[in-house]
T-cell receptor, first 110, second 115 residues
Framework: GQNIDQPTEMTATEGAIVQINCTYQTSGFNGLFWYQQHAGEAPTFLSYNVLDGLEEKGRFSSFLSRSKGYSYLLLKELQMKDSASYLCAPWNQAGTALIFGKGTTLSVSS | DTGVSQDPRHKITKRGQNVTFRCDPISEHNRLYWYRQTLGQGPEFLTYFQNEAQLEKSRLLSDRFSAERPKGSFSTLEIQRTEQGDSAMYLC?????????????FGPGTRLTVL
């Protein structure tokens, strides 16, 4: 089976840096995605990790440690528009479906 | 390409009625997924197609649910004898190829309310 754990809510201020952690337990590992979802909208792709280490994309970075079953999403220079839910999603064992966590709701204030 | 589209965007129905949703994936995307999302939860996988073949179904997909992708392009998800517990956002996603790094592009979803 698979179990994904993320904090439910986080708050931060504009311009700050925030790290959203995700731990997962999977029978096999085929990679992990991070998606952003604004309220009432569809999830949109942020990043993908399959090897250990950091992937950087502008203000967003994602880190993976396969041995620890751990990933984090790092958001820099926060903006109000970053207020959204952030979803951690590893592939299932067969690599046929993403298993989403409940998501972390981030609120950015001025 | 305009992305993944879903129709209708909203559906209100009475318990016991049948409903059908449609998803049009991004052109030439061979993989198509259906997910269900309830408030405060992440999307839950329902089923997945590669071209016209339905290759996996979640245990969440009871006998009342059926999905098709007849020509490997658009897909339909039908729920028979709807129950109040079926109320949720139904999301469709598509991706190209079979590599695990290929991101899934999500549609705007169909919000179902069962009264």
């Amino acid at each position: 089976g698979q179990n994904i754990d993320q904090p439910t809510e986080m708050t931060a201020t504009e311009g700050a840096i925030v790290q959203i952690n995700c731990t997962y337990q999977t029978s096999g590992f085929n990679g992990l995605f991070w998606y952003q979802q604004h309220a009432g909208e569809a999830p949109t792709f942020l990043s993908y990790n399959v090897l250990d280490g950091l992937e950087e994309k502008g203000r967003f970075s994602s880190f993976l440690s396969r041995s620890k079953g751990y990933s984090y999403l790092l958001l820099k220079e926060l903006q109000m528009k970053d207020s959204a839910s952030y979803l951690c999603a590893p592939w299932n064992q067969a690599g046929t479906a993403l298993i989403f966590g409940k998501g972390t709701t981030l609120s950015v204030s001025s | 390409d305009t992305g993944v589209s879903q129709d209708p965007r909203h559906k209100i129905t009475k318990r016991g009625q049948n409903v059908t949703f449609r998803c049009d994936p991004i052109s030439e995307h061979n993989r198509l997924y259906w997910y269900r999302q309830t408030l405060g939860q992440g999307p839950e996988f329902l089923t997945y197609f590669q071209n016209e073949a339905q290759l996996e179904k979640s245990r969440l997909l009871s006998d009342r649910f059926s999905a098709e992708r007849p020509k490997g392009s658009f897909s339909t998800l039908e729920i028979q004898r709807t129950e109040q517990g079926d109320s949720a956002m139904y999301l469709c996603a598509s991706s190209q190829g079979t590599a695990h790094y290929n991101e899934q592009f999500f549609g705007p979803g169909t919000r179902l309310t069962v009264l």
